[in-house]
């Protein structure tokens, strides 16, 4: 079985700085994709934050480009997202998200993570 256990959220002012982490564990080959999503208070859908895909390279929604920066071990099978410049619209949970996972017995076609709450304060 595969998880995957996000840290680092918070409560934060205008302007302020987060680093998020994200840890996957189980008996994994692969991982094609790691990435992070978020939900907005009151907002059923996750949006897409940054990924970072085997093959794709990084992608980065339009709204956190320039602020956010997404970085990835594949040797540890870890996922961190930097966020500077943080605004309260970017308040929200955020999900670590991996797609196309292969462990010793089975492949997940995507794992979420439990979330993390990030709070920005104006």
């Known amino acids: 079985q595969v998880q995957l256990v996000e840290s680092g959220g918070g409560l934060v002012q205008t302007g302020g700085f987060l680093r998020l982490s994200c840890a996957a564990s189980?008996?994994?080959?692969?991982?094609?994709?790691m990435g992070w999503y978020r939900q907005a208070p009151g907002n059923s859908e996750r949006e897409l934050v940054a990924?970072?895909?085997?093959?794709?390279?990084?992608d980065y929604a339009d709204s956190v480009k320039g602020r956010f920066t997404i970085s990835r071990d594949n040797g540890r099978n870890m996922v961190w997202l930097q966020m500077n410049g943080l605004k309260p619209e970017d308040t929200g949970t955020y999900y670590c998200?991996?797609?196309?996972?292969?462990?010793?017995?089975?492949?997940?076609?995507?794992?979420w993570g439990q979330g993390t709450v990030v709070t920005v304060s104006s």
């Open positions: 998200h991996a797609r196309d996972v292969t462990t010793n017995t089975m492949k997940y076609l995507e794992v």
């Open positions: 990924e970072m895909r085997a093959g794709r390279g990084t």
């Open positions: 189980g008996s994994i080959f692969s991982i094609a994709g």
